[in-house]
């Protein structure tokens, strides 16, 4: 099946520093990636849609000159959480698609983001 | 505007008894609907979709248009489904947006 692959897994940063999350595609190209965030026992909430080569679409609530997203190339997405703060301490995750319309879903396993 | 109801946070249900995890959607046209699970320390996986009308692991789910539902079933549960179960919708054709529900855990009592 197909593989994405997020990194890091964890990460730790001090207040108003940068972060930035990868999200790759290992076996198949994907012309859509979605970013999520999940707060403890709730559902995931859609951040944003990122499409290749184009601008991401992000949903309402969502900051962003806050979260950075970028997709430069069809195996490659990046979630920059720009001057943490510790309300953005959440578990971001990233899934891809691998055609238009109804397609599967593949998840990355997720990062767990702690500011401090 | 698409929105995706799971009523139930947690099921319990003890090993050998049939399983039911409900799921209610609302959408304006003709929307594609998945059940993702998520296993203990393990990434969100496709469970199944409704177009593939096939049985994952002893699950099934039939999409009611007319109850506007997509329950998960299973006859016999197992320990192992234990785990946080999804349901998702998605347009048919065109944009991708997906639309997860809350997530219902299904507790399997040995």
């Known amino acids: 099946g197909a593989v994405v692959s997020q990194h890091p897994s964890r990460v730790i940063c001090k207040s108003g520093t940068s972060v930035k999350i990868e999200c790759r595609s290992l076996?198949?190209?994907?012309?859509?990636m979605f970013w999520y965030r999940q707060f403890p026992k709730q559902s995931l909430m859609l951040m944003a849609t990122?499409?290749?080569?184009?601008?991401?679409?992000?949903e309402q609530g969502v900051e962003k000159d806050k979260f950075l997203i970028n997709h430069a190339s069809l195996t490659l997405s990046t979630l920059t959480v720009t001057s943490a703060h510790p309300e953005d301490s959440s578990f971001y995750i990233c899934?891809?698609?691998?055609?238009?319309?109804?397609?599967?879903?593949?998840f990355g396993q997720g990062t767990r983001l702690t500011v401090v | 505007a698409q929105r995706v109801t799971q009523p139930e946070k947690l099921l319990s249900v003890f090993k050998g008894a049939p399983v039911e995890l409900k799921c209610n959607y609302s959408?304006?046209?003709?929307?594609?609907l998945f059940w993702y699970v998520q296993y203990s320390r393990q990434r969100l996986q496709l469970l199944l979709r409704?177009?593939s009308r096939e049985s994952i692991k002893g699950f099934t789910a039939d999409l009611n248009k007319g109850e506007t539902s997509f329950h998960l079933k299973k006859p016999f549960a197992q320990e192992e489904d234990s785990a946080m179960y999804y349901c998702?919708?998605?347009?048919?054709?065109?944009?991708?947006?997906?639309?997860f529900g809350i997530g219902t855990k299904l507790q399997v009592i040995p």
């Open positions: 899934s891809a698609t691998r055609q238009r319309g109804g397609a599967e879903a593949f």
């Open positions: 076996d198949f190209q994907a012309t859509t």
């Open positions: 990122s499409n290749e080569g184009s601008k991401a679409t992000y």
């Open positions: 959408y304006s046209g003709s929307p594609e």
């Open positions: 409704h177009i």
């Open positions: 998702a919708l998605t347009p048919s054709g065109g944009y991708q947006k997906v639309t």
